[in-house]
């Protein structure tokens, strides 16, 4: 039995369009942190002033996901969505006209950031949700789920360019705005789709009418593992970053850090393609903390590399396990919510992996000045490595008992 292609998963009647806006809004994403960031430090002539704003800003986009998707979950996304867009988009205009010029209040700035970032629409998590809705065939889901993931990476590759584009041209104010107008007419192209339901859900309620419960981790234990797991491959992932620009450094080649990262958006992208085309025996569960593992592999091997060709080969190999282990962390979180809690779920694992990837960023700052560069990327493997361990064991035990697919079973009821 063939796997069914790339193509046949835009054949889905509405997923071209679907997802195309939900691209559209997505972009803002790779745009409007970088945009903001060199705005806010135009606007106030200090780097600290914008690392503290764009902090507070990543913070309360990061930390509030999970809460914003139960919201669309409660209400459904054509009720919910506009007014979180609506609001991101206003206030991402404002910080582009306080921005304009220079002279701004740090303060003031903080605060509109911090807004912004409690708006942020979650747009990934709901578009991942429709194409459960779109796609029931778990290998065509599979496959959209990679096409996803890797479709996500490229827009923030593209979009640090486009903002360099518009900074060249224009100033970051007005990359700021761009950002703005992709998220309202992504956002309001999205829930005009026929794709997306109308009204309130009626699964998100109980027999007496009161709203379902909200979705527990404790509750879950595959989906816990799966946020542990994803949450490990973020701290890796963002140690990696830094790293990178460390090793590239100590090897007198600093202008080759865009050679190395290159190397890992483009490798995780064909991890990823090559992930959703070829057919998978083992579960879910077993082949999470198997990609960690190899990434975390990678990741130490970085700081063994004693030349920057080495360097963009280990970087690369790390890179073919990214796309897939968040892939099949997205797929976890969908056999283990039910339809009323399914982009909470989601949203759990992306909250994870942003909250990982900033902490592996701060943590790595804090040693790469005080050990060596090779024990600094051990010391980055070792959550990855450690939980993939830790995981892989309760998968191989759980299957070796019959307990067949464990994601399914820990399903949450909507009782």
Not at 132 to 140: A, G, I, Q, Y
Not at 216 to 223: E, S
Not at 349 to 362: D, E, I, L, R
Request: proline share 6%; with cysteine; net charge positive.
């Amino acid at each position: 039995m063939s796997t069914p292609s790339y193509a046949a998963v835009l054949r889905v009647p509405h997923a071209a369009r679907t997802f195309a806006a939900a691209l559209t809004g997505r972009l803002s994403y790779g745009i409007a942190p970088l945009a903001l960031l060199l705005a806010v430090k135009d606007a106030t002539g200090s780097y600290s002033a914008a690392g503290t704003v764009m902090a507070l800003f990543g913070a309360a986009s990061v930390f509030l996901s999970p809460a914003r998707a139960g919201l669309i979950d409660r209400h459904g996304p054509r009720r919910a969505l506009p007014p979180m867009a609506g609001l991101y988009a206003v206030l991402l205009a404002v910080l582009a006209l306080v921005t304009w010029r220079p002279g701004a209040s740090p303060l003031v700035l903080g605060a509109l950031a911090t807004a912004a970032g409690a708006c942020t629409p979650p747009l990934g998590p709901v578009m991942r949700t429709l194409w459960s809705e779109l796609v029931p065939d778990r290998e065509l889901l599979r496959r959209a789920y990679s096409l996803d993931g890797v479709a996500e990476e490229l827009l923030y590759v593209s979009g640090p360019l486009l903002v360099g584009v518009a900074v060249t041209v224009t100033g970051p104010a007005v990359a700021v705005l761009a950002g703005a107008v992709l998220i309202a007419a992504g956002a309001g192209a999205l829930v005009t789709s026929p794709a997306v339901p109308r009204g309130k859900p009626d699964h998100g309620t109980g027999a007496d009418g009161s709203a379902a419960p909200g979705l527990r981790l404790g509750a879950v234990p595959a989906l816990r593992r799966a946020v542990l797991v994803t949450a490990a491959v973020g701290l890796c992932l963002g140690a990696l970053d830094l790293l990178v620009v460390a090793l590239t450094e100590a090897m007198h080649r600093a202008a080759a850090v865009s050679w190395v990262l290159a190397a890992l958006s483009a490798t995780s992208a064909v991890g990823g393609l090559a992930y959703g085309a070829l057919r998978w025996r083992a579960p879910l569960g077993v082949r999470l903390p198997v990609m960690a593992a190899g990434l975390g592999a990678a990741v130490a091997a970085a700081g063994l590399a004693g030349h920057v060709y080495v360097l963009i080969a280990v970087v690369g190999a790390a890179g073919l396990f990214v796309a897939p282990a968040l892939t099949t962390a997205y797929l976890i979180a969908d056999e283990s919510a039910d339809a009323a809690r399914r982009t909470r779920a989601g949203a759990w694992v992306n909250t994870a992996f942003n909250a990982g990837s900033s902490g592996g960023t701060a943590a790595v700052g804090l040693l790469v000045d005080r050990l060596p560069l090779a024990l600094c990327c051990a010391v980055a493997a070792a959550p990855a490595l450690l939980c993939a361990g830790a995981v892989l064991g309760t998968g191989v035990r759980r299957a070796r008992a019959g307990a067949g697919a464990p994601e399914a079973a820990e399903q949450v009821s909507g009782a």
